[in-house]
């Protein structure tokens, strides 16, 4: 069993509650699943291209199966050339297919930054809106126990300066799936930001096909003290934290932007307007950041609004180490985002 | 060589030819004027092989070219009007003035674009036949790139996919033998292009590309291999171009290019040995010559006017195109 995976089925299944009431229960991964196989199903255009995508564990599960349905020709295995297999996704995107290609680890993406940053996010307006490149690249962050400086690297926030580029970072099960297939419509380049820490998660997640809109955020946990932002994975731990900031007598607003660009800027200033005190967490190392932008943006529109300085809860600017002990001081977690909440309200 | 085809053809191809030069020559005259601002990248003493590679494509075949790819948007029938706008930077240019020279796009006849990233446009047209395929319909892709791009892992990379898939791709390396002022063989360990091809499963060939009866011969196998399935082809073509790499400056002798070369190329104009021999078969008169010349320059001086006095873009129309609707 790949290390990942182990240290994945270690956690708990953390439910988050509150994207759609019904009764139907499906993990981040089955929902991801269900994306991939109804879009699959609904539009010929849409093909599923990247390294494994097609072997029996099927990107984690995500993929599996897809091929024996749909045929070799729709879900393939390609190459490890992880650059001119993004310029090929874009190509055949020219051409009128809704291509979704995979990295199953985020650090394998740096190695397509010509193609995805040179050519599919300028070429729309290199040529005056006269070619659309609707291409989904779906990127995994893989934190695992151990999986070192190059295999769990969260790199969202050095994208956030790409023209033309699309983010999106859902979070729960219910936006993997309307998300997924909201970037599988767009006419764009969308880059899909997973967290294997999420492949567990449970949420409501309805039969049907649905879309969320890009560019919306949505307020996870209603609060009056502090707003927190949490970015992919850590809203878990922020929710954890509000939960325990509830405890202690705080009410935290969480939000959870599910698209880091366009970023939903009014949300996060509603919220600042009624809380003053603002904590940004994120994935990624912290200069640079997605909360950073964020951070930047509370400081251009809310700053008359703000009673304390902005936080920001990342991972430190040092490669991820392998050791234990060092991975355990690297990730930031509910407590951290706890106490630097108490900070913020009581200080 | 003997090539059965029709005069039709041949004189096509001559004209292509001959438009490419002419069109080529007045922006190189009226660069000066710094109306043009936007880097150029000549394609004079090269035009055999875009005029002998696109007359076998139709309307609906892809193409791909690189930073120096007005002579391949001429030869496929790009838009010259929206082209020669584009350079001026004009609204009405077939970029809307957002790409310029290198740049050029005319998706009606096929042409999705170039790349001024050396090697950038490879993966692209790999992927438009991975478009074909996967489409079933018959449409080609040729993707043109000088010998540079083959220093590129693009070219590696894309090549492998290619052949594993079968593609109809046609890889044209349009080879010059510089990369700005270095040379070839100061990049690559040997001068044979061709045989990475070969060595990733594909036909490739090393051929003249001054000679347009060759590239011809060569391209509609090539061509005909994609329509009917059979996978990728490479076909490297031996050329040079006449101006230096870029703007409308002269690089021969001074360190750069060596005379001797340059005046060996340039005795080997694809024009003139093309239009000697359709003159030898009668094909071509000097009165046909002249009647095909001016009819062009009535043309260049239509666009170049038109496009002098069409508008620019305004200042509030700043952010368009950056997402697509």
Redesign the interface.
């Known amino acids: 069993m790949p290390w990942t995976t182990v240290q994945v089925e270690k956690l708990d299944s953390f439910f988050i509650s509150g994207d759609f009431t019904g009764d139907r229960v499906l993990t981040y991964r089955e929902a991801l699943h269900e994306a991939f196989d109804q879009s699959l199903a609904r539009d010929p255009r849409v093909f599923i291209m990247g390294e494994g995508v097609d072997d029996v564990a099927g990107v984690f599960g995500t993929t599996k199966g897809l091929k024996e349905k749909y045929g070799a020709d729709r879900v393939f295995d390609t190459p490890i050339a992880e650059n001119s297999l993004t310029g090929i996704a874009a190509g055949a995107a020219m051409a009128g297919l809704r291509p979704i290609l995979i990295h199953a680890r985020m650090d394998f993406l740096l190695l397509s930054f010509d193609q995805l940053v040179n050519h599919a996010s300028k070429w729309c307006y290199m040529f005056g809106g006269k070619v659309k490149i609707p291409l989904v690249v779906r990127t995994i962050s893989a934190r695992g126990w151990g999986s070192g400086a190059q295999h769990s690297q969260c790199i969202q926030g050095m994208l956030m300066n790409v023209p033309g580029l699309k983010i999106v970072a859902p979070a729960t099960p219910y936006d993997a799936k309307g998300l997924m297939i909201s970037a599988i419509i767009d006419s764009n380049p969308v880059l899909f930001v997973e967290h294997r820490w999420l492949h567990k998660t449970t949420g409501h997640v309805p039969e049907e096909l649905y879309s969320i809109p890009i560019g919306k955020g949505v307020i996870r946990r209603k609060g009056e003290d502090i707003t927190i932002v949490a970015i992919s994975y850590m809203l878990v731990e922020a929710l954890k934290a509000a939960e325990k900031l509830q405890e202690a007598g705080i009410s935290a607003e969480v939000i959870d932007p599910r698209t880091l660009k366009p970023l939903d800027e009014q949300i996060l200033v509603e919220s600042v307007a009624k809380t003053g005190r603002l904590l940004i967490t994120d994935t990624g190392c912290k200069t640079g950041s997605v909360a950073s932008e964020i951070a930047a943006v509370a400081a251009e529109k809310a700053f008359h609004l703000l009673k304390k300085p902005i936080k920001r809860v990342c991972c430190p600017d040092t490669p991820t180490p392998t050791s234990d002990v060092l991975e355990k001081a690297f990730y930031p977690n509910a407590d951290d985002i706890f106490n630097e909440a108490v900070k913020l309200v009581r200080e | 060589m003997s090539i059965v085809m029709d005069d039709s053809k041949l004189l096509e191809m001559y004209r292509t030819m001959q438009l490419i030069r002419l069109i080529e020559q007045r922006i190189n005259d009226e660069y000066k004027y710094d109306e043009i601002k936007t880097p150029i990248h000549l394609s004079i003493g090269q035009e055999a092989v875009a005029a002998g590679v696109c007359i076998h494509l139709r309307k609906d075949d892809?193409i791909?070219g690189t930073h120096r790819s007005h002579s391949q948007y001429i030869a496929k029938g790009g838009d010259i009007q929206k082209m020669i706008s584009e350079l001026y930077l004009r609204k009405t240019?077939?970029?809307?003035?957002?790409?310029g020279s290198m740049?050029l796009?005319?998706?009606e006849v096929g042409i999705?674009?170039s790349?001024a990233?050396v090697g950038?446009s490879?993966?692209?047209?790999?992927?438009?036949?991975?478009?074909?395929?996967?489409?079933k319909n018959d449409?080609v892709t040729v993707v043109f790139f000088g010998d540079g791009a083959a220093d590129e892992?693009?070219f590696h990379?894309?090549l492998?996919?290619a052949a594993?898939k079968k593609l109809p791709v046609v890889y044209v390396c349009e080879n010059n033998f510089y990369a700005i002022n270095s040379h070839q063989l100061s990049r690559q360990v040997g001068d044979n292009i061709y045989k990475w091809a070969q060595s990733y499963g594909m036909p490739g060939y090393q051929i003249d590309g001054n000679d347009v009866l060759e590239v011809f011969k060569y391209a509609e196998e090539a061509i005909s291999r994609c329509r009917n399935g059979e996978g990728p082809t490479m076909i490297e073509c031996l050329t040079y171009r006449w101006k230096g790499h870029i703007g409308t400056v002269d690089d021969v002798g001074e360190g750069y290019r060596p005379k001797e070369e340059y005046d060996y190329w340039v005795s080997r104009c694809p024009i003139k040995r093309f239009s000697e021999y359709l003159k030898n078969k009668g094909i071509l008169t000097d009165e046909l010559i002249k009647k095909i010349d001016q009819e062009i320059y009535d043309l260049i001086d239509e666009v170049f006017r038109v496009a002098q006095n069409s508008p620019k873009p305004s200042p509030d129309e700043l952010l368009?195109?950056?997402?697509?609707?």
């Open positions: 892809y791909f240019g077939c970029a809307s003035g957002r790409g740049h796009v005319d998706p999705f674009g790349s990233i950038g490879i993966p692209l047209g790999t992927g438009t036949a991975l478009a074909s395929k996967l489409q449409r892992g693009t990379e894309s492998n996919f594993l368009d195109f950056v997402y697509a609707d």
